[in-house]
């Protein structure tokens, strides 16, 4: 049990960017095959070389017969890796609160099978999503497993996701009793998921209570990237969400196309930068090295007050945006 001195160090520090691999197994959203595992490999590698060395997965992800892969990949790619900050690497799995997890050892069970797949301890562990929602009596005994997990020493430190202000005043007062620090925080946040900052005030929250906010969906899956256009929608799911914002984002893809040749960047690095401009912790996923190559150009440089303002104006006046997570709490 750590005392009150330490109760606010977390042993995790975090770098200004991690990347995401929700896509890594999934064929379903992503369309992902294991034909593309060495350019996964090659992406983790170009991260850690450049300090991207945080990684966020889940023991969710994957789909079907790939549940898991997201972390075993990760694992595998994380012991073959030998070159700099390999120290540094951070491996952030979620754990998901499916209905038939109701214990407090189903959790701490769930952390042990990830860290199974993983091959390794997990860095951070963190609660994919509160069940607020539709069962708030299931969550108490789910996150006391994941303070177990902390406590029994199996993981540097406990993160949230998914979660609004009024519930994360809430889970972190229940680990402070037990002294336990909460590292971090993921929402999705872009420049068209502006409303857990704008409208929820997370940012103002997390740093009154020392939590480093992680910003999920950086690139509205793709839709920040410019690579899309009225002729050119992706398949499935995407292809929906693109339809119906892509029409009405026009300024808003017109001025990052202006800061970024104004800047010599692209557009999604642009879109990436402003995350961090706005003191969070970008993940966007990258499923070929080209894509982590660009992304880590988000690093090194940072958007003006007036650049920021500019965007921030134009995404305030945008009349559709990014359905929030289901699973997101006030
Ligand atoms: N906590 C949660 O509930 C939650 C929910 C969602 C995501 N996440 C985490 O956040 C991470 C990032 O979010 P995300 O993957 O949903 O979306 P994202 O980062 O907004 O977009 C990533 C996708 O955009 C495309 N892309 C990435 N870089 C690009 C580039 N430079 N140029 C062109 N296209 C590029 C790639 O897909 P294509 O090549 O197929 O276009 C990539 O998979 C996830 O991987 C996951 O770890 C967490």
């Known amino acids: 049990m750590q005392t009150s001195q330490t109760f606010s160090l977390s042993k995790l520090s975090l770098p200004t960017m991690g990347c995401g691999t929700w896509a890594w197994g999934n064929r379903l959203l992503w369309g992902y095959d294991e034909s593309m595992d060495g350019g996964l490999q090659e992406v983790f590698n170009l991260c850690v070389q450049n300090g991207v060395t945080l990684f ?36 952030a799995t979620k754990l998901a609160a499916y209905p038939w997890r109701l214990t407090r050892n189903s959790m701490v069970a769930a952390g ?27 969550e108490g005994a789910l996150l006391d497993g994941l303070a177990d997990l902390y406590e029994q020493g199996l993981v540097k430190g406990v993160g949230l ?63 920040l990237t410019g690579k899309y256009s009225e002729n050119n929608y992706p398949q499935g799911i995407r292809g929906l969400v693109c339809r119906q914002l892509l029409p009405g984002m026009k300024s808003l893809l017109q001025c990052l196309g202006e800061i970024a ?21 970008p993940i966007p996923g990258a499923k070929s090295v080209e894509q982590a190559r660009e992304n880590i150009g988000a690093l090194g ?30």
């Not at 007062?173 to 872009?190: A, E, N, W």
């Not at 995350?275 to 912790?281: E, F, L, M, P, W």
Request: charged share 20%.
């Open 261 to 281: 040749v104004s800047r010599n960047k692209s557009i999604s690095q642009v879109a990436i930068n402003w995350c961090i401009a706005k003191g969070t912790i």
């Open 112 to 138: 042990k099978a990830s860290a199974k797949r993983l091959g390794r301890d997990i860095d951070l562990v963190q609660m994919h999503w509160s069940t607020a929602n539709y069962a708030p009596w299931q």
């Open 161 to 223: 996701s998914n979660y609004g202000t009024k519930r994360l005043r809430w889970v972190h007062q229940r680990f402070r009793d037990r002294g336990i620090p909460i590292t971090s925080l993921q929402v999705q946040y872009s420049l068209l998921s502006t409303y857990p900052v704008t409208e929820l005030g997370l940012k103002d929250v997390c740093d009154e209570l020392g939590i480093k906010l992680i910003a999920y969906s950086p690139l509205a899956l793709g839709l």
């Open 301 to 330: 440089w940072i958007l003006n007050a007036g650049e920021v303002a500019e965007l921030d104006q134009i995404a305030a006046s945008l009349k559709k945006k990014m359905v929030q997570n289901i699973f997101q709490t006030q």
């Open 56 to 91: 966020d997965t889940g023991d969710s992800y994957g789909t079907g017969k790939l549940n898991g892969r997201s972390e075993q990949l990760l694992g595998s790619f994380a012991q073959a890796y030998s070159g700099d900050n390999k120290n540094e690497i951070c491996i």
